[in-house]
């Protein structure tokens, strides 16, 4: 009697234990679920950093040219209409220069917050669990424990 007794309380408290458990493991604010989502958006924020990285030397190499390059220069003086001393332009109706004058800045990325189950809810998933299965147990599975009969005389 004393044994089935710890098993209604034990057993209550391990079912509460363990359902608490999985859902903290596998969908809480620390669980398996959030951390996927979370090396998903790593790996987002980790391309786009690589594309602006690729930007940012194609700009550097565009601004050293137009610094220092005599060439890049005069292309880009000639575009503007400015010729050197004794130069002379030949300018063809409907052509527009070959320089290109689209620079891409990159793409602005908006974090997301990673989805879960909040801790308060996994607790109380656990506690209601408990609860339920030890009124379970103390309902259905045990007898009466008072048999009142009629004493006979």
């Not at 209604?8 to 408290?13: A, D, E, K, R, T």
Request: overall charge positive.
């Amino acid at each position: 009697m004393q044994s089935m007794k710890r098993f209604n309380v034990i057993l209550p408290l391990f079912i509460g234990t363990l359902i608490y458990s999985l859902l903290s493991i596998t969908v809480g604010p620390k669980g398996i679920w959030p951390m996927s989502q979370l090396v998903q958006e790593k790996t987002i924020l980790s391309t786009n950093l690589d594309t602006l990285y690729r930007l940012n030397e194609d700009l550097d190499t565009r601004f050293s040219n137009l610094s220092a390059d005599p060439d890049t220069i005069s292309v880009y003086a000639h575009e503007l209409g400015y010729i050197a001393n004794g130069e002379k332009l030949i300018k063809l109706a409907g052509f527009s220069g070959g320089i290109d004058r689209k620079f891409e800045s990159g793409t602005a990325l908006t974090l997301k917050q990673p989805n879960f189950l909040p801790e308060w809810l996994c607790k109380f998933f656990g506690l209601f669990s408990g609860i339920s299965t030890f009124v379970i147990l103390t309902v259905f599975f045990t007898g009466k424990k008072h048999a009142y009969t009629k004493k006979q005389s």
